[in-house]
């Protein structure tokens, strides 16, 4: 998945839930653990609360933060964010 050219650098909170397929309130709750758990990118200091597109696309690919040596995909999360959080991430 590789960002398309004319993309912006930054993502938002509501295209952020839309890509995990959450809503933007369950996603900002969420963020806490996602972030100290997973891994997931923190927002960008000074920009009102955006994210890095390619450091969001790239823990979506599993290439930050593998735990113990291990990758991380989206895809082998979601089974346990569905435990934690009931609802599919």
């Known amino acids: 998945m590789g960002i398309p050219a004319l993309s912006p650098p930054t993502i938002g909170r509501e295209e952020l839930a839309l890509w995990l397929n959450v809503t933007p309130d369950h996603l900002t709750s969420k963020l806490p653990r996602l972030v100290a758990e997973?891994?997931?990118?923190?927002?960008?200091?000074?920009?009102n609360g955006l994210w890095s597109r390619a450091a969001v696309i790239a823990w979506i690919?599993?290439?930050t933060n593998p735990?113990?040596?291990q990758a991380v995909t989206a895809a082998s999360?979601?089974?346990?964010?569905e435990q934690?959080?009931?609802s599919a991430a």
């Open 67 to 69: 735990p113990a040596g």
């Open 84 to 86: 934690h959080y009931g």
């Open 61 to 63: 690919d599993g290439v």
């Open 77 to 81: 999360i979601v089974p346990t964010l």
């Open 38 to 47: 997973y891994g997931f990118p923190p927002k960008l200091p000074g920009f």
